[in-house]
């Protein structure tokens, strides 16, 4: 099971960190990824870190503002969001995949989180 949270309200320019708990024993051995989902748009990748925390991938629009970060010992992986826009403004999900390889599709993951709402205002 995953569980995302540390949303909320932000001004624009702010920073917020997500956090996305796992449970069981196959998460620190899964690639873990963020992806997001804005009113009326599709699911979108934002972020993964591999297992190992050995390799990070971005999307082009959050390259620079966003880091995202594991800590195996407390099964849980961070997406660190500053410099936010209000086209940030969506709901976030954390996915971890089995397969060694780092996909940037959500059908390359297994499980998923119910999602943590980021609101940025202008």
């Known amino acids: 099971q995953l569980q995302a949270s540390g949303g909320g309200l932000v001004q624009a320019g702010g920073s917020l960190r997500l956090s996305c708990a796992g449970s069981?024993?196959?998460?620190?051995?899964?690639?873990i990824a963020w992806f997001r989902q804005a009113p009326g748009k599709e699911r979108e990748f934002v972020a993964v870190?591999?297992?190992?925390?050995?390799?990070?991938v971005y999307a082009a629009s959050v390259k620079g503002r966003f880091t995202i970060s594991r800590d195996n010992a407390k099964n849980t992986v961070y997406l660190e969001m500053n410099s936010l826009k209000p086209e940030d403004t969506a709901i976030y999900y954390c996915?971890?995949?089995?397969?060694?390889?780092?996909?940037?599709?959500?059908?390359?993951?297994?499980?998923w989180g119910q999602g943590t709402l980021v609101t940025v205002s202008s």
């Open positions: 996915a971890a995949g089995l397969s060694p390889t780092v996909a940037l599709r959500s059908a390359g993951y297994d499980y």
């Open positions: 870190i591999r297992w190992s925390g050995a390799t990070t």
């Open positions: 069981g024993r196959t998460f620190s051995t899964s690639n």
